[in-house]
């Protein structure tokens, strides 16, 4: 799988705070080997058909697409702010 980064996922994870950053990575990994891994507790975001949601912690997530072999990483950051507009 491939994966491609928006400019305002880059952005978003460098405004991280570290530690958040290091889980982010974390999980990561496991979108990129399982998108099903139970951590991650992705799902589609509420009113759209192709992006998804995907959990940092409790109160971080990111956003992503599927894009044939690629994953799109959209957004990262604190929940409310990341999906309002995945």
């Known amino acids: ?7 305002t996922f880059q952005h978003g994870f460098k405004t991280l705070p570290k530690d ?3 889980q982010a990575e974390k999980q990561l990994q496991f ?6 891994h139970p ?17 940092v912690s409790k109160g971080y997530r990111f956003t992503f697409q599927k894009e044939n072999d690629v994953f ?3 957004k990262i950051g604190k ?7 995945p």
């Not at 979108?31 to 099903?36: E, G, I, P, R, S």
């Not at 929940?79 to 507009?85: A, E, F, G, Q, V």
């Open 39 to 55: 951590s991650l507790r992705a799902k589609k975001a509420q009113g759209t058909t192709s992006i998804w949601e995907a959990r």
């Open 20 to 22: 958040i950053q290091k």
């Open 31 to 36: 979108l990129f080997t399982n998108l099903h």
């Open 72 to 74: 799109v990483l959209r």
């Open 1 to 7: 799988m491939k994966v491609r980064y928006t400019s």
């Open 79 to 85: 929940h409310n702010h990341t999906l309002k507009r």
